[in-house]
């Protein structure tokens, strides 16, 4: 209910983003948008720690 | 004639009305966040209550507004061709072992079905695993478009594997108070499964759908209806699934990855013990300092029982016996606790003692994370069905392939586990009026895992048969589910269509294949210096000699310059000759101990996918063979060993091999006109029962039209 936040952008850009999602086979120009501003974060932000990762892997049955 | 499906406004109204009445007398739980490395809410238990009252409250005086809103904003354009969509799932349920029992009479209602309706083969996915099959059942798409490859992705700025369906983010702002420290924001948790699932779009149009363990469904999608999420929920400790032994053995070995080995002290009497239950971390703390409970056991060896003492409970256990569930509430701070449900099993009451624990599961009743889309779902499920499993994967596989479970504890856990889903089914069907449903049985996948080793004669894993009662749990399990597809049938109408599927079969898994290994033979991969080649997770390997690894269970990444953190391989040109000259090694890879074909081909998955996440795939997905899968050394990044490998593990069958090999189910109560359909077609064609056309993003066809109605 409160997890999102509006941003506001320029009509002609969000045309162009339409136009792109569609033919790139996003199911909207949201996740089109979501998606390119994760790929840029993940560029900035740091890697998860080590001995985060191996405890929330424990338990998969498909791996030892 | 057809009419329109009036909004599925009863089962919104009631479960907020429930809610409402469950909080009222709710007991004070945080509404916490828990993991490793991860931190709690701020809002204490009774702000917390009140404020999901509030909201309860709020959404049962804003219903009108918002029913009215919704109707205005998705008018309907065409006239639904069904009153309800029903989809029953079977995961892993296998064409082959399915097709031979209906022939033997052994599935009268799957057979009925097919004589009604129809029955086909369901194309799966590349690779042909759960998270990826689902998700394109989902979704429509192929894995190019919804993100989901593997289980596992790997971080290109580490190396590293992480589960692929969810972020789970760690705090790291707080409020120091003394030795107190309060988290000033909840962790971050998405879910990683990109496009859009058909509810959601079912629900933009105004019907509801109920969504019960469709896997990578964690954290819930939010959408007009309702939905229990599967995997990869986390346990109670924020991993996968980890167990407690509590033994007075002395430690020798630790287990693999999938349990806690912890001692059993004595405690005054022969027979009187006590130990200290592992829960989640504490971030109220400097350290994460594990939450924990005493434990105390008081045994009777002569009558081979014992009485259990927890978090206020008295548990009566039988030797050998699974126990009901029992609540576990660990304390966080003052006023402040994280609830879970586990179960147990005296396993031995002899010269020693040993008490198996299962996962502790987030319990439902009040989920320590959003498990459920209304958030107080799972509480309405519970105060109908009583306690049940969360945990994506909630079968304890591990506890059996380690030898402390038993064949017969483990057939129970997944039967409890059938049991309970079938329960939220009749319940969600019960109530349907109109709109969708789709419910998925997760024990075929697991019995066919746990049990394919009685199956084969000479199969490795068979040496560690206990019980040949076993012998035919997989075909007890397929009748199982053929129970339940009688029990539907009864239920529907004539104006409902009912699909059965399955997201991949099953295959043997006699043989690992360790391909890190392998690469490192044919000059891919090297090693540093000096370094242990048995050390998990790719530490052993010299990043910048190294063109190629393997990570997670499907495929083979390129070192990539600009992609991975220590690429040597030029994007490009170079990075298509690696790969064709990688691929072209493995097709038709033999493996000299058996002269077997392990792998049929090496799928270049550039050319496998399309979309904008192609990109995050393996570059190679391996199409192995019968009896082959990837070895359990590799799939931890352990490079050490030979390329092949005898697998006498409990878990003896599997499916992630050549997609070709293992299909899936699918049966209809109507005819379609496809022979060959695909699990990405159940998308758009719930789409099209409900008048709604398909968006230009998905890949899947429609099953069924109004003709074929």
């Known amino acids: 209910m409160f997890g999102s936040t509006k941003i506001k952008l320029d009509s002609s850009l969000i045309e162009r983003i339409r136009k792109f999602a569609e033919i790139a086979g996003y199911s909207s120009p949201e996740e089109f948008i979501t998606h390119a501003l994760e790929k840029e974060l993940a560029l900035l932000e740091d890697a998860e720690d080590e001995e985060e990762i191996k405890k929330r892997l424990q338990g998969l049955g498909y791996m030892s | ?709």
């Not at chain 2, 199969?459 to 053929?482: F, K, L, S, T």
């Not at chain 2, 599997?654 to 695909?678: A, F, K, Q, T, W």
Request: proline share 6%; with cysteine.
């Open chain 2, 1 to 709: 004639m057809t009419r329109l499906p009036r909004p599925h406004r009863r089962d919104g109204a009631l479960i907020t009305a429930a809610a409402l009445v469950l909080l009222a007398g709710s007991p004070d739980t945080a509404d916490a966040y828990i993991g490793p490395g991860a931190g709690f809410a701020v809002l204490g238990s009774f702000a917390v209550i009140f404020v999901t009252m509030l909201l309860a409250g709020v959404s049962i005086l804003a219903w009108p507004f918002r029913t009215v809103w919704r109707m205005i904003r998705h008018r309907r354009t065409s006239k639904p061709l069904v009153k309800r969509a029903i989809f029953i799932g079977f995961d892993g349920q296998d064409a082959a072992i399915t097709e031979r029992m209906m022939a033997e009479g052994k599935l009268p209602n799957y057979s009925k079905l097919a004589e009604q309706g129809c029955y086909r083969k369901l194309r799966t996915t590349y690779p042909s695993i759960t998270p990826v099959a689902w998700s394109s059942f989902s979704t429509g798409t192929n894995p190019g478009r919804h993100n989901i490859f593997d289980f596992l992705d790997r971080d290109p700025r580490t190396y590293l594997p992480r589960l692929s369906s969810t972020h789970i983010g760690s705090v790291d702002r707080f409020l120091k108070l003394g030795k107190l420290r309060i988290p000033l924001k909840k962790p971050d948790i998405r879910l990683l499964r990109k496009s859009k699932p058909w509810w959601t779009i079912l629900g933009e149009h105004n019907i509801w759908s109920t969504v019960i363990r469709v896997p990578i469904t964690f954290p819930p999608d939010e959408f007009y209806g309702a939905q229990l999420g599967a995997m990869c929920i986390p346990d109670l400790l924020g991993t996968q699934g980890t167990f407690m032994l509590f033994t007075t053995r002395p430690e020798t070995e630790s287990f693999q990855e999938g349990g806690m080995r912890l001692p059993l002290s004595r405690n005054g009497s022969a027979g009187s013990f006590e130990a200290t239950v592992k829960g989640p971390e504490n971030a109220f703390y400097e350290g994460n300092p594990p939450m924990e409970l005493p434990l105390h056991i008081e045994v009777d060896r002569a009558k081979a029982a014992a009485t259990v003492a927890v978090n206020g409970s008295r548990v009566d256990l039988q030797l050998g016996e699974l126990s009901d569930w029992v609540k576990l509430e660990f304390k966080a701070i003052a006023g402040m606790k994280v609830a879970g449900l586990t179960r147990m099993v005296l396993t031995e009451a002899g010269e020693h003692v040993s008490l198996y624990m299962s996962p502790i599961n987030i319990e439902p009743g009040k989920p320590a994370m959003p498990i459920s889309h209304p958030s107080y779902y799972s509480s309405y499920l519970e105060k109908k069905i009583g306690p049940y499993a969360t945990l994506g994967l909630a079968e304890d596989t591990w506890a059996l392939n380690e030898k402390v479970t038993d064949d017969g504890t483990f057939w129970t856990q997944t039967q409890d586990v059938d049991d309970e889903r079938e329960r939220m089914l009749d319940i969600a069907l019960d109530r349907l009026r109109s709109g969708a449903l789709v419910t998925v049985f997760d024990a075929t996948d697991r019995v066919n895992h746990m049990y394919w080793r009685y199956t084969e004669d000479g199969h490795p894993a068979a040496a560690g048969i206990d019980d040949p009662g076993y012998a035919d749990a997989i075909e007890q399990q397929y009748i199982r589910n053929d129970g339940i597809v009688g029990r539907v049938l009864d239920k529907i109408n004539d104006d409902d269509v009912l699909f059965v599927l399955s997201d991949h079969g099953c295959t043997s898994f006699r043989r690992g294949v360790n391909l890190n290994a392998w690469l490192l033979e044919e000059g891919y991969l090297a090693l540093k210096d000096g370094a242990d080649p048995s050390e998990p997770w790719l530490q052993s390997v010299d990043w910048a000699r190294t063109r190629a690894y393997a990570v997670g269970l499907v495929g083979i990444f390129l070192n990539v310059k600009g992609r991975e953190a220590h690429g040597v391989v030029e994007p490009g040109d170079e990075a298509n000759a690696v790969k064709a000259e990688i691929a072209g090694k493995l097709k038709g890879l033999v493996d000299a101990d058996t002269g077997d074909v392990a792998i049929n081909e090496a799928f270049d998955t550039d050319a496998l996918y399309r979309g904008p996440y192609k990109g995050n795939a393996p570059d190679l997905l391996m199409g192995y063979n019968h009896g082959y899968r990837i070895s359990w050394d590799c799939a931890s990044g352990v490079v050490a060993g030979g390329v092949f490998e005898d697998n006498v593990k409990a878990w003896s069958g599997d499916h992630i091999v050549d997609p070709r090999l293992v299909p899936g189910i699918m049966l209809c109560n109507h005819d379609v006109e496809s022979d060959d359909p695909h699990i990405v077609d159940m998308a758009p064609t719930v789409l099209s029962l409900f008048g709604i056309r398909p968006p230009g993003h998905m890949d899947g066809s429609t099953l069924l039209d109004k003709e074929s109605l």
